[in-house]
């Protein structure tokens, strides 16, 4: 699994030009399934998403984690997060997992970053999204649950 973390004073996403979810202060979480992706996976990173000291407070800029604020979080499926680039210009999603498989994936995720109090905004799985985001800092992380 690998995702893309990053800190936002707001973002939302949409689906033909329809606002689906929004947050405020929070978390944008883009996340691609690899094929070899378990249950495990699912559980490391729920846990480590929910907990990174990645939100400011006056005096420290990394002091908090989204779930000592009670801050949300908006998690976006995004398949091309496991693209392969090593070889020409043409993209390849060998790594990426079959859509069924993902989709199931992805909402077990979800589930469990809200099992663990998070407040979880989605965007649609599989359609043409819009996501719109004013990113903090930058703060930007990566996790890639095959490469830890």
Known sequence: M????????????????????????????????DRNDTASDIAY???????????????????????????????????TLLARTSKGSKL???????KKIAKQLFDQLSEELTSLGIDVKTGVFGEDMQVTSVNNGPVTVWIDTQNT
């Open 2 to 33: 690998r995702l893309v973390i990053q800190r936002v004073t707001e973002a939302n996403v949409r689906v033909k030009n329809r606002l689906i979810n929004e947050i405020a202060t929070g978390l944008l979480v883009l996340v691609g399934i």
């Open 45 to 79: 990173s729920a846990k480590k998403v929910a907990n990174l000291k990645l939100m400011p407070t006056s005096k420290q800029e990394f002091s908090h984690s989204i779930l000592e604020l009670r801050q949300p979080l908006l998690l976006i499926s995004e398949f």
């Open 92 to 98: 390849s999603f060998s790594k990426a997992a079959d």
